[in-house]
Structures are given as structure tokens and as C-alpha cells.
């Protein structure tokens, strides 16, 4: 290929990141406002507890099935048929795996309701015996089936992301949040906190499943296939084996944080509530970046241009390290009227946003290393190789595990977080090196270049933010409890946030950002 047709396949993959990061930003800001209304009718609980403990046996199935790794494994064979110009025999896998995957998904739904009411309390050891339990184990049963859907729609998507469709995979997560907002709203009178688990399992079947099944309609070819001898089978389940027996932070952190939590009434919700407005940048920056790359780095590889792939992957961590350094900054200077101005009503007290408030600055020391192991975890993943990735993801568990204990015992719920950071900034670097050494494919300067860029916009960003802050509480007496102040002063900070930022971007125009700002330009034809 030429370095025309490079150039046409950069500019492809740079649109699909951003019409994902799109997507995230409406799923998440979705997200905070059916987290905001769980607070608002049931604050920081036992029962909100056992709403986000439900998911964990849900969680589990799904990882063990590589349910939410399902992308990763099946995008590198599907893209290899579609380029040798096989893709009956790649549609003949997709029958394969939806047969088989689907059946044992059917038996694990059904096992997973039958012991959860013996799993439930071990997974929750701090946990009330009674009502806490009892409403734990109803929602968690209610929750299970919906991973049906999300594997099934998974495979889907997986399909039209090598075609280079992703609009289903912008729009599901959207009717996926809304349906949990309508059913929390709608049937709150009758099921309580129950309804926003009724309104996952409804969401799951209609977006996640129901929209990439509508938008494939035309070209999937499905037929009911059960051959688990297939040579393209047992290849595509020893790529997915290390994935269901190896664990990372990116799956393991949330299961490590609940079990921990437990034992303090509201921590899980805490926890929850902080981390998620961490990942909501994540999932902007670094997991929309990995979606979109996964695709084009595979092709480059199926076609043997290893030198090209390492080229695009190296740009692509350097952008997202430059703004994940700038999205760090703007989380810890704007921690505490964020939380405030998200979910500080009703229920949800302000003791309960000063602990929320504290937890999110450790989360967000940690952002860099969330952005960064998501994309370079692509790079292996686009040579068929999840064993590397796995190795290095289940030591680095193995290290930072008695670190959760020590840090909990000694700062709580805060130093969860912070091991959460530590962990996953070890195990990006960790793999970042890893993946240089093997392949020697993996430009570095201007991944560092990226982060040292990053860093002087945070710094300047985050002194014009300060600065707004000091100047209004001299000039009124901040009281964040009080929206009428903390809106206005969230909006000013991160009006001055930005602002600094932008400038310095219009003075310094540095790459990671006229990299973008290009692709518009050109596409709009301004």
C-alpha cells in the first residue's frame, strides 16, 4: 500500500476514535445521571451498596467468558478473513462461536443463579446478613441474563467494527443508560433500587444486542453450527484462554474495591461514584483510542507492515498520554465541586461527597496509567498474542494485591484508590517496555514527548484554575453545599482550565493536538 492509502487508513481510524469518544462522553455523562439518581432516592447505602455488589457475579461470568474482551480476541481473525477476501470462512467462525459460546453462556447464567445466594455473602464478607444480602442476591439475578446480550452483541459489533461500522457501537451504550434511568425512575414506587437492575437487563437486550443485530441484519450470515474440533475454533479459544484465566487491574480493581468496601457502610458507593468520573475520561481518551486502533493495527499486521503499526501505535499513545496528563490535572483540581455539583442532593449527604471527593483525587493520579495499558495492550493484542498481556497483568495483581490490604488498613477507602493508580501505572509501564523489547517496533521519544508536553499544559491549566478558585472564595464565601455556588464555580475553573490549555495550544500548536485539529479541518473543508 501507498503512503496515500496509510494516510486514508490514519485518517479512518482518527475518525472512528473520535465518534467513540463522542459516544462515551454522552454514555458517561448518561452514566453520571442514573448515578446521580441513585443517590438522589437511596444516597450512599446498604442498599446502593448492594445494587453495585450485584454486578459482580455478572462481572465475573463475563470476564471468565472473555465476554468484555470479546473485540480483542475476535476482531484479529475476523479482519484476517475479511483480508485474504475469506469471509464466508469468517462468518463460519462468528456461527461457530456464537453456538458454542452462546450454550455455555446459557449453563453459566443458570449455575450463576443457583449459588447466588452462597456466593453473594463471601464476595460481600462485610455485608449485613438480612435485608442487605437478601436484596443483593435479588438484583444479582436479575442482572445475570443480561451478559447474554452483551456477549452476543459483542461478537456483532466485533464484525462491523472490521467493516468499519461504529455507529452501533456509539449509539448502544446510550439506549443501554437510558433504559436504567427509565426503569430506576419508573418502577422505583414497586421495586425500589430494584428497578435500575430491571431497567440493565432491559437496557442490555435492547441497545448492546438489539441495535448491532438490527444494523447487521444485511450482512451476517449465521448458521447454527456446533463443532468445537474446528481448527479455527480452538484457535480462536487458545487467544481467549489467557484471557479468561489471567486477571488484570483493568477487570480485577473494581471486584478487589467492593470485596474491600465492604466492610464500611457507604464505601462501595463511594468507590463507585469517584471512580467513574475517573473513567469517564478514560473511556474519552484512551478506551475509545484502543477501539478504534484495534481494527487498523490488526490489518497492518495481517498484511506484515510491522514497522507502519508500530508508527501509528506509538502516535496514538502520544496523544493519549499528552491528554490524559491534562485530564488528570483537571480531575484532582476540580475533585471537590465536581462531586458536589454530580451527586450532592437528596440522599446523597455532603459527608458523603467530602469522602467521594477525596477518593477521586487518588483515582485520577492513576488516569495516565489507565489510558496508556488500554492502548498498548492493542499492540498485542493485533498480533494474536493475549499471553504476554496476561503474564504481565496477573504479576502485577500478584505485587500490588497486599498493597490494597496494608493501604486500606491504614488510609481506607482512599488508599484502595490509591493502590488502584499505582497498580495500573506499573503494569502500562510495564507493558509499554515489554512490547518495545519484543517487537523493537515501538518508537518511545515521542510517546515521552507526548507525556512531557501533557505535563507543562496541566501545570499552566492547573494554576489558572487555582487562581479562580482563591479569587472566589475571597471574594464570597464558597459553600459547596449550596449548588447556586458550586455550579458557578466548577464552570468557572474549568472555564479557566481550558482556557489556559486552549491558549497554550493556539500559541505551541503541539502535535497531539493539530493531529486533530487537522482531521476536522480537512474534513469539513474549512
Known amino acids: 500500500m501507498n503512503d496515500e492509502s496509510d494516510a486514508s487508513m490514519g485518517e479512518r481510524m482518527g475518525w472512528a476514535a473520535l465518534l467513540l469518544s463522542a459516544s462515551m462522553f454522552l454514555s458517561r455523562i448518561l452514566g453520571f445521571l442514573r448515578d446521580a439518581i441513585v443517590a438522589y432516592l437511596h444516597g450512599a447505602s446498604p442498599a446502593t451498596d448492594a445494587y453495585y455488589a450485584a454486578f459482580t457475579l455478572p462481572d465475573l461470568m463475563r470476564y471468565f467468558l472473555a465476554g468484555g474482551t470479546l473485540s480483542i480476541t475476535f476482531i484479529p481473525f475476523f479482519s484476517s478473513y475479511v483480508t485474504e477476501g475469506d469471509e464466508e470462512g469468517g462468518w463460519q467462525l462468528f456461527s461457530n462461536i456464537a453456538t458454542i459460546m452462546g450454550s455455555a453462556l446459557v449453563i453459566f447464567i443458570l449455575a450463576l443463579e443457583w449459588i447466588a445466594p452462597w456466593a453473594i455473602p463471601r464476595l460481600n ?5 438480612g435485608r442487605q444480602i437478601d436484596l443483593a442476591i435479588w438484583m444479582t439475578r436479575i442482572v445475570i441474563p443480561a451478559q447474554m446480550a452483551f456477549y452476543i452483541g459483542g461478537l456483532l459489533q466485533s464484525t462491523l467494527f472490521v467493516k468499519e461500522v461504529f455507529w452501533p457501537s456509539a449509539v448502544a451504550p446510550l439506549i443501554y443508560n437510558i433504559c436504567i434511568i427509565l426503569g430506576g425512575v419508573l418502577l422505583d414506587p414497586w421495586l425500589g433500587i430494584g428497578g435500575f437492575a430491571v431497567g440493565v437487563l432491559v437496557g442490555a437486550f435492547l441497545g448492546p444486542l438489539g441495535l448491532p443485530l438490527w444494523a447487521a441484519r444485511h450482512e451476517v450470515e449465521y448458521t447454527p453450527q456446533f463443532d468445537p474440533t474446528d481448527s479455527d475454533f480452538k484457535s480462536f479459544v487458545a487467544l481467549t484462554l489467557p484471557l479468561m484465566v489471567g486477571v488484570s487491574l483493568l477487570t480485577a480493581d473494581k471486584w478487589i474495591l467492593r470485596y474491600f468496601g465492604s466492610h464500611i457502610d457507604g464505601a462501595i458507593t463511594w468507590l463507585n461514584n469517584s471512580r467513574k468520573l475517573m473513567l469517564v475520561l478514560f473511556a474519552i481518551i484512551g478506551q475509545a483510542a484502543g477501539q478504534a486502533a484495534l481494527p487498523y493495527l490488526s490489518r497492518l499486521y495481517s ?75 492493542r499492540g498485542f493484542y493485533a498480533r494474536k498474542d493475549t499471553i504476554t498481556p496476561m503474564i504481565i497483568g496477573s504479576s502485577i495483581v500478584v505485587v500490588v494485591l497486599p498493597l490494597y490490604y496494608v493501604l486500606f488498613e491504614q488510609f481506607g477507602p482512599a488508599g484502595l484508590a490509591a493502590t488502584t493508580s499505582i497498580g495500573i501505572s506499573l503494569n502500562a509501564l510495564v507493558t509499554l517496555v515489554v512490547y518495545r523489547y519484543q517487537t523493537n517496533e515501538l518508537p518511545l521519544a515521542p510517546i515521552g514527548l507526548g507525556l512531557v508536553r501533557g505535563l507543562l499544559f496541566a501545570i499552566v491549566a492547573t494554576l489558572a484554575a487555582q487562581m ?59
Not at 311 to 326: K, N, P, Q
Open 125 to 129: 464478607p462485610g455485608f449485613e446478613p
Open 303 to 377: 498484511e506484515e507492515r510491522e514497522t507502519e503499526m508500530g508508527e501509528m501505535l506509538a502516535g496514538s499513545l502520544r496523544r493519549v498520554g499528552f491528554l490524559a496528563v491534562i485530564g488528570s490535572a483537571g480531575l484532582i483540581i476540580a475533585a471537590e465541586p465536581m462531586v458536589y455539583v454530580v451527586f450532592r442532593r437528596g440522599a446523597f449527604t455532603a459527608a458523603d461527597a467530602s469522602q467521594t471527593a477525596h477518593i477521586l483525587f487518588f483515582f485520577a493520579l492513576g488516569l495516565i496509567g489507565w489510558t496508556m495499558q488500554s492502548l498498548a495492550n
Open 468 to 526: 479562580v478558585r482563591m479569587g472566589a472564595n475571597r471574594i464570597w464565601s464558597i459553600n459547596l453545599d449550596h449548588l447556586g455556588h458550586a455550579i458557578p464555580l466548577l464552570a468557572s475553573m474549568g472555564a479557566a482550565f481550558f482556557g489556559a490549555a486552549g491558549l497554550l495550544s493556539l500559541i505551541y500548536r503541539p502535535p497531539e493536538i493539530e493531529t486533530v485539529r487537522e482531521k476536522v479541518i480537512d474534513k469539513i473543508g474549512w
